[in-house]
């Protein structure tokens, strides 16, 4: 991991092409940036490239604020997809929460120490419980209860607040609110889940109790990008631990939250450091 | 692991109660056994007693031959689903091949440095692709084509050949051929199948695919006995291996044939130890 | 994991002989207690016998406090090495600590989920930086500085602490002192350390630098009891990350935490349920 | 991984300085090379750069065997290592073997599967034992018994055959024997050697007995490169597995097969798919 000065960070997919290497190192060369990493690949069946290029802004000729519009006419000849963000700038993270403390916790503590390329501006929930955690962090939390009738209207608030914060990244910490389609529709790959099963297997709410019934030897978890349709949106990272006949579901419940938070970070820290470039229903990951 | 003088297995289950293991490790040593190895484990949820004991025969008053007959009595008191094995005794085992090699091979290079406690009388298959693997360690190789038409009757024949040579249990080590019912029931937790997916995700018979489709960040793969329910029998054994965006289908197979025969070597070395009993819909492995 | 009614847990080792579980588990069931957990091995090189049987005390004829002295002539008969612990009494436990966080942060919060089966009494610290993550939790902080000159006499008004307290196992949380032989001698097999990397490799203060140096592409952790040879205790659990080329030493720091706080918290979690019994320089584990 | 059409591959490593990966990328792309696959990496402490590029030759100006002439100016101005392969052109790689048979069946055995890159002109030992493997699959057996006293005129033997055979790659899959400075220096980063331990932990000739005595809960094993210093070469991969008190040190080596034969195939595909940079006493992977 680089120092923290001001890098570039540009993810770009297009149709591959030749020259695209060439011509995107160039433009970053002929106005003065050093690359520092650079991770470039073709889908060999689709043929689609897919790059991460990070450069040194110290002595570029463009400022930030500009390089976006100096960018963009090379990224259109491409057709490409494209995001330019800055390593020194934090990404401003909202996370929600319900009851359970174990990844908002996790998160918190490793923000302290620095691990996070991000700023917090809140934590919202839809319970008043972990507001004492917040409040540890200085970290401003707001309630908004949400119950069938007040739903929508929640929602408009809970989006007016997070605009109002400039937020670019909500983090679910074990939020059990299901978003509605215009809420995901607008932070579209910007709201990370963690579910408590390894999906595609059991998906649902009670993915422990389906395990312990299956019998299964391992269980796992999944983080993954919020889309329309539940529990299938584009996976970022998922890990496993192993279980025995000994653990009854309490126990799994218990083991399962290790991972969870293990795997939510590890998605975070990805999406953070614009590790993640999402192609169709699935992520690239450069690391 | 026990060097390989004769020793007694017994594996039982049963309601709990108290004294089960007093009586049993009693009725041991009044015959002059030493205990090697006891595990024993009560469901604290279901209040069902289970336990895996070995014992050194070298002393015990009562030859192997009678001892089942000897043990019945306490058993029937105690209403135990049990069964007594002999550790110098080998599992008389088919295997079930097709076209892929890479279990099979497995299998029998570690048969060869004695990693199993088994005898292979025959290997059977529905092509007859793998005969030269069977030949150059010695073992007869039986072929059976199979047909929509003719394979009730080439389960009949097969089943008497199983019959004939003592076979007490079948590794289908990538068999692609269903079993009837007819057939799973004969040899009831006998037959242990590998499937190359985390079940219970990835159900069929393309779970590479699948995986790939959806884009995981992990590929399993899970042994179990076979039942008449497809893909539903008692899981055994399961492990992952994680895949990244630039792997392709081919990778996936690459990678899965590595889990596959680990798994299914590691579900097969704990049945001919003896070391799993099947309760309900799940097994108890006791390592 | 049973359920915490008051359960009794025997952890013997002896010379091997004929007739051990009977007669263990007899006087067991002779005074009324139903075993719920039973795990036996002899060792096959050297003939040693190791047991840890778990029983429930509700109908037991003999009061907890009477079991000791009840069980001790068939422990004197078989010249056994052993232990009576109760599963309902929490091990009174001190944490040591110096100014890492990680292990105290990763103790105190699975404490309060109810995951460990122990008091924490107080907190001791050679600085007084983490006095507020102690207060959060509501335990005692003792700061005691140590120079080179008052070392010993912090110790003795350390053990007298720890002896007002009862405490019975320590847990060294990054403490970054080293204990005098006479302190560990008074906590022998009860002092619980976290030593950062793959012991035996890297041995010593510095081994994240070393790691780094020689290149490997895993690191390590590992906890073991603390004896008067440093780093040479007794191994309780051990696990590892893989690193890459792209890691700095501060990634290896960042990484080797989360193995640290899960590794000790494994360790810290077999000692509290008694799962551990110490042979010659080894450990027996029953999980 | 990419279809086996010819492709070019570009390794090169260099102090770090604006505009190298521009200028050879534009080198590429105007000789018209489509790139499949660039990593390119600053050591943000050493300041070093390191990349990896794949590119097409299909329809690249210069024909393959005037590719390194016309990059030598480039890499001359950049004062660089490099190397240039391509992935159509197999690499020579000769294996070299003892008695024990794992690592050489393994790697055989996928050889056959087309799982690696490279041909095998021949297989080395000092003992007959294994010829009849290598009959199985059409590969040339050379036995060279070696002595104190013939060692030096054998390994003269020895490297003639190998330029004879115009071999590239050297795999010790468990050679017992040492090479001299000598031939280690005409073969410098080309030959790969498994050490049966999670090097630098347990360095000598009997780590599995350390690991027992020592009574670790993991052991590993380490592919490096071969070099003067035995033992201490650029680790290539490193990986474990659990082990318990239940197992002896056979059980530890019949683990220890598994973990080596694996790591071992690993290394040499990184090898063969000329993903590896050394750098120092360390190896720059691009995976």
Redesign the interface.
């Known amino acids: 991991?680089?120092?923290d000065t001001l890098s570039a960070i540009l993810l770009l997919s297009c149709k591959?092409?030749?020259?695209?290497?060439?011509?995107i190192?160039?433009f970053?060369?002929?106005r003065?940036?050093?690359?520092?990493?650079?991770?470039?690949?073709?889908?060999?069946?689709e043929k689609i490239f897919?790059i991460r290029i990070s450069w040194d802004m110290k002595?570029f000729s463009i400022p930030p604020e500009e390089l976006a519009d100096a960018f963009s006419p090379l990224a259109r000849e491409f057709k490409a997809d494209w995001k330019i963000n800055f390593e020194g700038r934090k990404v401003r993270t909202a996370i929600f929460v319900s009851r359970y403390d174990h990844c908002l916790?996790e998160i918190l503590?490793r923000h302290s120490?620095g691990?996070f390329r991000m700023d917090i501006p809140l934590i919202l929930s839809n319970h008043p419980d972990l507001e004492p955690v917040a409040q540890?962090y200085g970290i401003p939390f707001h309630v908004f209860p949400v119950t069938l009738e007040n739903k929508a209207e929640q929602e408009t608030r809970e989006l007016a607040l997070l605009a109002e914060n400039q937020v670019d990244t909500i983090v679910l910490a074990r939020y059990m609110q299901i978003l509605s389609p215009r809420f995901v529709e607008r932070y579209a790959n910007q709201i990370i889940n963690i579910h408590h099963s390894?999906?595609?297997?059991?998906i649902g709410s009670k993915p422990y109790k389906q395990a312990y019934d299956?019998?299964?030897?391992?269980i796992?978890a999944t983080s993954h990008y919020v889309t329309e349709d539940l529990d299938e949106g584009?996976?970022?990272?998922?890990?496993?631990i192993r279980i025995?006949?000994?653990?009854?579901i309490?126990?799994l419940i218990?083991k399962g939250r290790?991972l969870e938070r293990?795997i939510l970070v590890q998605a975070l820290m990805y999406h953070t450091e614009h590790r993640i470039l999402v192609h169709g229903?699935?992520?690239?990951?450069f690391?």
Do not use: C, Y
Request: hydrophobic share 40%; net charge negative.
């Open positions: 991991m680089a120092e591959d092409r030749i020259g695209l290497v060439s011509r190192s160039h970053i060369f002929e003065g940036g050093n690359i520092l990493d650079l991770d470039e690949h073709v889908d060999p069946v897919f002595d916790r503590w120490l691990e540890r390894f999906l595609p297997a059991f299956r019998g299964v030897k391992i796992g584009p996976i970022i990272e998922q890990d496993i025995s006949h000994k653990d009854t309490n126990d218990r290790d293990r229903k699935k992520t690239i990951i690391v």
